[in-house]
């Protein structure tokens, strides 16, 4: 670049607006499988009408200051965008089915940050945001690919940007972000823009016992303890070459913590009963729910320091609404699901809500009520409650607030636990399912994966011998 392209480009970026407007359309109540996402900028002070359009084509389409879709139940000029001041408001036309903000019937409503728009059976989002986060998607504004799917939104499209040099480089990520944000795609997106020989491997560090955590990071010989029937290699070998992901990093103990820590140093591991060190080359993706520089509870902050290079924060749900219809749409696609629609009501209380449980919440919900609909529009009744979807996490129900007590005091569980205990025979079924996956078995089993390695341990079994 010339210093006179330097200095327009430097110029122009000095005038740009604070603020850009835009608007994205999300998706179509009547054809939720399908992506018919479109962004466009709606910039420049003049009316915008939103209203229907009868040319062939899934995708809304912008011209000449109007935003159509291809909806029966809008109305030719069903709405309108109209700057006042510095706000853009939002008019109904008088149209038959009304025009709804936030799920709320509106006449005038001065548009704010993320409001969903409905008009007839279509749900659009509205975004004022920053000129360089806008610039992330194009001066003519396009999806940014993003994992398994596409974003629409600015914020994301910026840590998709960022993600790319970082992850050519050799620094260590770490990922802060709430249950269900979709941590695990950070550490994917990293891997996969890394071009590293090796294999991704990821681990939650809060499921894996102490006594546990040299054999499962760092593998095992033959008979190095009892029940150790065959060599294991360790999550650092099997990461040789490539990333390794430590989900919920601020879960380890912290004897483990200080394990990691020298590993990281020296970049050698040895495994249990081996005599000599061996070599490993993994790059680490490190994640958590808690945010360790407000709060480092009993994190090790020489630990701590290794593992931030890059930090990366993915935005939770309810701040990138506009890429509601891209991801219901992967996730019915991922699920099998080739069509599905969803009444205007159930619509409302799925999309407008604040999703305490992120992608994940979206996730169940979506494909629970497709199963329940079986190809009519999903119902009301057939979303499960919030409280039963934000609850699955991963780790099961939280126990009662003694057996809390009792763990963090590292006093055995009381005869309450115990008696839920299931028996040896259910337990060893669901590990022989699971291949010993802890999370996957605790889940299964109605519990958290540290009461699964107590009752492990209650009825003797070698959980070695299912991950064979």
């Known amino acids: 670049m010339s210093p006179q392209e330097t200095l327009e480009e430097v110029e122009t970026n000095d005038c740009a607006p604070t603020k850009v407007r835009l608007l994205t359309y999300v998706l179509h ?191 095992h010989e033959r008979g190095a ?78 630990l701590f320091r290794r593992l931030v290079g890059f930090v990366a924060r993915p935005c939770p749900l309810r701040l990138r609404r506009e890429d509601l219809g891209a991801l219901s749409a992967h996730i019915l696609r991922e699920a099998g699901v080739r069509r599905a629609s969803i009444q205007v009501r159930a619509a409302r209380a799925l999309f407008c809500g604040s999703f305490p449980g992120n992608i994940r919440q979206l996730r169940t919900a979506l494909r629970s009520a497709a199963t329940l609909a079986n190809g009519e529009p999903i119902r009301p009744d057939q979303l499960p409650p919030l409280d039963a979807i934000t609850s699955m996490d991963g780790e099961g129900p939280p126990p009662p607030r003694r057996a809390q007590e009792r763990e963090a005091s590292g006093s055995p569980p009381g005869p309450e636990t115990q008696s839920r205990s299931p028996n040896r025979a259910s337990i060893e079924r669901v590990l022989r399912e699971t291949r010993g996956n802890m999370v996957r078995a605790a ?8 009461q699964l390695y107590r009752w492990i341990d209650k009825h003797g079994i070698r959980l070695q011998e299912f991950r064979l």
């Not at 029966?72 to 903000?101: I, M, Y």
């Not at 919920?248 to 050698?268: F, H, I, T, W």
């Not at 889940?443 to 540290?450: A, D, E, V, Y």
């Open 443 to 450: 889940r299964l089993l109605g519990t958290n994966p540290k």
């Open 29 to 219: 109540y009547d054809d939720l499988a399908s992506d018919r996402s479109t962004i466009v900028r709606i910039d420049g002070g003049g009316t915008w009408v939103l209203g229907r359009t009868e040319t062939l084509g899934s995708k809304a389409q912008a011209r000449r200051g109007s935003f159509l879709v291809l909806d029966r139940w809008v109305s030719a000029a069903h709405a309108r965008l109209v700057p006042k001041g510095d706000q853009l408001v939002l008019e109904d036309g008088r149209s038959r089915n009304g025009t709804f903000v936030n799920g709320v019937r509106i006449k005038e409503h001065a548009l704010a940050d993320r409001d969903l728009i409905e008009v007839g059976h279509s749900l659009l989002c509205y975004r004022e945001v920053d000129w360089h986060a806008a610039d992330c998607l194009g001066p003519a504004p396009e999806p940014v690919a993003f994992g398994p799917t596409q974003t629409y939104c600015p914020e994301v499209a910026q840590l998709a940007r960022d993600l790319g040099p970082i992850s050519l480089s050799r620094e260590p990520v770490f990922v802060f972000g709430e249950t269900g944000t979709g941590k695990e795609v950070v550490a994917q997106v990293v891997h996969q823009l890394s071009a590293r020989a090796g294999a991704l491997r990821a681990i939650d560090c809060g499921a894996v016992p102490e006594t546990l955590f040299e054999s499962t990071f760092f593998g």
């Open 225 to 302: 303890f009892t029940g150790a029937n065959q060599p294991r290699q360790g999550e650092f070998t099997l990461a040789h070459g490539g990333t390794l992901f430590l989900d919920e990093v601020s879960n380890m103990p912290c004897a483990a913590q200080a394990k990691l820590l020298r590993v990281l140093e020296d970049g050698q591991i040895t495994p249990v009963g081996a005599s000599r060190a061996q070599h490993v080359d993994v790059r680490i993706v490190a994640a958590t729910n808690r945010d360790l520089f407000a709060d480092p509870g009993g994190f090790r902050p020489d």
